[in-house]
C-alpha cells in the first residue's frame, strides 16, 4: 500500500499537473511580442505578456543520459544563433502512476525557466527567487508553476527549476563510493547558472532567496546546511518541510514505515548493490557494474519498486557531510535569513488519500491508528487527542499527524537555528484557510473537510495550480498579501512592509520560537498566533526526548 499513496503524494505535491511538455506559458500570438537576452552559453528568446516576459526550457546543465548518467551534472553545450525558450523542456522521469503503461518525463530535463518584468528601468536588479517544487522527490517541473504574479506584483525575477527525481537524483552503489545526492547536485548547479545569468534578466545575483514547499522545502533545508552551497543564495524560505520533518510509524496507512527525509549513505549505498544484483549487474568490478547498470533503459530504471526505493537524499558526502538535522543542531548551517512555516491541516492531505482503503470510521479505529504509530505512547497522544474534541475520529488522527510530524518539528527546526544564530532574522507561518480551494485530484469526501491542507497555500502565490474552485474575493487579498509578503522578504530580508499586519520574529517574545503569522482570509486574518501552544509542542517536544 505504500506505493500507492508515495506515488499520490507525489502527484498531487507536484500539483497534479497536466501531461509532461504542458507549456508553462503559451507561444507568441496576437498580442504578444518575442524578447531575447543573452545568457552564458547564447541568446535566448522568450515571450512577452505584456507586463511579464516568460523563457522556458533554458539548459542549466548538459543532459544526464548514457555516460553522464549518475555523474554531478556537466555543463551545458553553448549554441550558435538564438534558442527558442517558449516552450518548457520535458519533465524529469516521474514515479510513474498505478497502472501506467508508458513512463513520464525524459532523462534529458535539467532545464530551467525564468519570469522577469518586461520594464526594466535604469537597469534595475531586482531579487531573485529560485523555486524547488515538492513532488516527494519523485514527481513535479518546475514547468508547472506560473510566476507572474510573484514578479509583476513583487517586483522580482523568478526561476523555476527542474532536477533528477527517483532512481535517477538519488542512486547510490558502492561504486559510485561518497557521490552527493544527484538531484541535489543539479539544484546548486542551477544555482551557479542563477549567479552567472541572473543579470541579464534584471536580476541581481548578489540577492537570491532560494524556496521551496514539501520535498522542495527539504531541498532548501538541505542547501541551508551544505558546504557546497555557500554563497549561492541569501535569504530561504521552507514551505511545510524543514530540517527535521519526519513522519512515525503508520502515518501513511497502517503498517507502513517511519519516514525520515534523509538517508545515510551507506544505507544508500547497500540499497543500490541490491538494485543492481536484481537488474542483473554484477559481473566485473565496479567499472564494469556502473557501466552496465548505465546501460539500462530507462524504463528498466523507472518502475515503481526503484523510483520509490531512491527518493531520500544521501549524507555522508561533500554536499551533506551531516544529517541536515544534526547540522542544525550544531551550528553548521549558512546564516541568511530564514522564513519558516506549514499549514494548519497539513496531513489531511495525507490520510484524506488513504481513507478509501484505510477507513477511520470509529474510535476503535483511531484508538488502533495510535498504537501503530506510538505504540506505549499511544494512550499519552489520545489524551491530548480525544476523538470527541474533533468532528470526527479521522480529523483527530490527522490533527496528532499535523502536529507531530510538520508544526512542531518546524518550531524545532526554528529553535535550533535561533540557539546557535541568535541575531540571524527567522520568521514563521502558518497558513490556516479553512476554506482553501481544495488541489485537483483528492478524493472528495464530505465527512473529511481538508482545510488548510499539505500544498493548500501554492496557488495563493503561484496561479497555474489546478483546484476545485478558483480564489474568492477575500483570497485573492489574503494571495496579494503574501505575495508582498514573501517578495518584500526577498528584497530586504524582512517581509514587513508599511500598511500590512505586523509580522514578528518567530523568537522575538520567547526563548522558544513560537510566534508565527497566521495567513487567512478576511478581516483580522492575517495575526499573530502562538502555534507553539496551540499545537501542543510541549508534549510532543517531550516525546521525543
Known amino acids: 500500500m505504500l506505493f500507492p499513496l508515495l506515488c499520490a503524494v507525489a502527484l498531487l505535491t507536484a500539483t497534479a499537473v497536466p501531461a509532461a511538455g504542458a507549456p508553462h506559458a503559451p507561444p507568441p500570438s496576437a498580442g504578444q511580442g518575442s524578447t531575447v537576452v543573452k545568457t552564458d552559453h547564447g541568446r535566448v528568446r522568450g515571450v512577452s505578456h505584456g507586463s511579464y516576459a516568460t523563457f522556458d526550457g533554458i539548459p542549466y546543465a548538459a543532459p544526464p543520459t548514457g555516460p553522464l548518467r549518475w555523474r554531478e551534472p556537466a555543463p551545458a553545450a553553448a549554441w550558435q544563433g538564438v534558442r527558442d525558450a517558449t516552450q518548457p523542456a520535458p519533465r524529469c522521469v516521474q514515479m510513474p502512476a498505478p497502472g501506467a503503461s508508458a513512463v513520464v518525463g525524459s532523462e534529458d530535463c535539467l532545464y530551467l525557466n525564468v519570469t522577469a518584468p518586461t520594464r526594466n528601468p535604469a537597469g534595475k536588479k531586482r531579487p531573485v527567487l529560485v523555486w524547488m517544487h515538492g513532488g516527494a522527490f519523485l514527481g513535479g517541473s518546475g514547468a508547472d508553476y506560473s510566476a507572474e504574479r510573484l514578479a509583476v506584483r513583487g517586483d522580482t525575477v523568478v526561476v523555476t527549476v527542474n532536477y533528477r527525481l527517483g532512481v535517477f537524483g538519488y542512486f547510490g552503489h558502492p561504486g559510485l563510493g561518497s557521490a552527493p545526492p544527484f538531484g541535489l547536485m543539479d539544484q546548486q548547479a542551477a544555482l551557479r547558472w542563477v549567479q552567472e545569468n541572473a543579470k541579464g534578466f534584471g536580476g541581481d545575483p548578489r540577492n537570491v532567496t532560494l524556496f521551496g514547499e514539501s520535498a522542495g522545502a527539504l531541498s532548501t533545508c538541505a542547501h541551508l546546511t551544505s558546504p557546497t552551497a555557500a554563497g549561492l543564495f541569501q535569504r530561504a524560505v521552507l514551505q511545510s518541510g524543514s530540517c527535521l520533518t519526519s513522519f512515525p510509524p503508520g502515518a501513511l496507512g497502517p503498517g507502513t514505515p517511519a519516514y525520515e527525509p534523509f538517508a545515510a549513505e551507506a544505507d544508500v549505498q547497500t540499497a543500490g548493490a541490491e538494485a543492481a544484483r536484481q537488474l542483473g549487474c554484477t559481473t566485473g568490478g565496479a567499472d564494469e557494474v556502473l557501466a552496465c547498470l548505465r546501460g539500462q533503459g530507462t524504463d528498466r530504471l523507472a518502475t515503481a519498486q526503484l523510483m520509490q526505493s531512491f527518493n531520500r537524499p544521501a549524507f555522508g558526502n561533500a554536499l551533506l557531510p551531516l544529517a541536515p538535522g544534526q547540522a542544525l543542531a550544531s551550528g553548521r548551517f549558512h546564516r541568511v535569513p530564514v522564513i519558516l512555516g506549514t499549514n494548519h491541516d497539513e496531513m489531511r492531505m495525507f490520510v484524506g488519500l488513504s481513507l478509501a482503503a484505510f477507513p477511520i470510521r470509529t474510535e476503535d479505529d483511531y484508538r488502533a491508528r495510535l498504537v501503530d504509530a506510538f505504540g506505549p505512547a499511544a494512550p499519552a497522544v489520545e489524551a491530548q487527542y480525544p476523538a470527541e474534541d474533533h468532528p470526527t475520529p479521522a480529523l483527530a488522527w490527522a490533527a496528532a499527524l499535523t502536529d507531530r510530524s510538520f508544526t512542531c518539528t518546524t518550531l524545532a527546526a526554528g529553535r535550533a537555528i535561533a540557539v546557535r ?27 473529511f473537510p481538508y482545510g488548510a491542507a499539505h500544498g493548500f497555500e501554492m496557488p495563493f502565490l503561484f496561479s497555474s495550480l489546478p483546484t476545485e474552485r478558483p480564489l474568492t474575493d477575500a483570497q485573492h487579498a489574503l494571495s496579494d498579501r503574501m505575495v508582498d509578503y514573501w517578495t518584500g522578504f526577498a528584497r530586504t530580508g524582512n517581509p514587513n512592509a508599511a500598511g500590512a499586519p505586523f509580522w514578528p520574529l518567530l523568537h522575538s517574545s520567547s526563548p522558544l520560537p513560537r510566534s508565527v503569522q497566521s495567513l487567512a482570509p478576511g478581516p483580522g486574518g492575517v495575526h499573530t498566533v502562538d502555534a507553539y501552544s496551540a499545537h501542543h509542542c510541549s508534549f510532543w517536544d517531550g516525546m521525543s526526548r
Open 421 to 447: 544564530a541568535p541575531g540571524l532574522p527567522l520568521y514563521g507561518y502558518e497558513f490556516s484557510d479553512p476554506g482553501a480551494p481544495v488541489l485537483s485530484g483528492l478524493p472528495a469526501d464530505p465527512g
